[in-house]
T-cell receptor, first 114, second 114 residues
Framework: AQSVTQPDARVTVSEGASLQLRCKYS??????LFWYVQYPRQGLQLLLK????DPVVQGVNGFEAEFSKSNSSFHLRKASVHWSDWAVYFC????????????WGSGTKLIIKP | VTLLEQNPRWRLVPRGQAVNLRCILK??????MSWYQQDLQKQLQWLFT????????VKSLPGADYLATRVTDTELRLQVANMSQGRTLYCTC???????????FGHGTKLSVL
């Protein structure tokens, strides 16, 4: 069965430092992968999405992610975090067919130290 | 630009009572409307996707029973009954049927059990 694992429930980084949030997926086929962000007391917003092609995907606000088929991973990166990046980040996978469902990771809360 | 209007933003639900939620679509270019639940641990789960007026579906999950109705092209409703644990319900919309399309989220309705 398809699944998404975000192994870190919470990540703390200093403002200006680099960031990596981990996502591992389990899927037999070609996945479509997403990162969404949830700011406090808001709904989710799309950061970036991967469709089969270039493994490095650029998103909004300086975020990027790299797809690795060999590692079954889709890690999110940012070169320099800002306090406004404080949020919960969700990784999701879809089968890209007529199935409506996205399968979601459990989320990683990003905390920024001043 | 807000694509979805969800009401109410927060409700306190007496144990054993049902509550009715409403979601209004502001842009007809995103007609595929769905409900997602997010539990107290932030885990997201797809509930329903309803496209056409008159579509109805029911589902029972741990902690709540759901009835979703696509009332019109712009209105989606959700009745939540037998809720034993708090949760947040998000309405989403999407331009297409298949699950690799981008989702747009409403602000959510947070339900707490009294």
């Amino acid at each position: 069965a398809q699944s998404v694992t975000q192994p870190d429930a919470r990540v703390t980084v200093s403002e200006g430092a680099s960031l990596q949030l981990r996502c591992k997926y389990s899927y037999f086929g070609t996945p479509y992968l997403f990162w969404y962000v949830q700011y406090p007391r808001q709904g989710l917003q799309l950061l970036l999405k991967y469709y089969p092609g270039d493994p490095v995907v650029q998103g909004v606000n300086g975020f990027e992610a790299e797809f690795s088929k060999s590692n079954s991973s889709f890690h999110l990166r940012k070169a320099s975090v800002h306090w406004s990046d404080w949020a919960v980040y969700f990784c999701a996978v879809s089968m890209g067919d007529s199935n409506y469902q996205l399968i979601w990771g459990s989320g990683t809360k990003l905390i920024i130290k001043p | 630009v807000t694509l979805l209007e969800q009401n109410p933003r927060w409700r306190l639900v007496p144990r054993g009572q049902a509550v009715n939620l409403r979601c209004i679509l502001k842009n007809s270019q995103y007609p595929w409307m769905s409900w997602y639940q997010q539990d107290l641990q932030k885990q997201l789960q797809w509930l329903f996707t309803l496209r056409s007026p008159g579509d109805k579906e029911v589902k029972s999950l741990p902690g709540a029973d759901y009835l979703a109705t696509r009332v019109t092209d712009t209105e989606l409703r959700l009745q939540v009954a037998n809720m034993s644990q708090g949760r947040t319900l998000y309405c989403t919309c999407s331009p297409g049927q298949i699950s690799n399309e981008r989702l747009f989220f409403g602000h959510g309705t947070k339900l707490s059990v009294l």
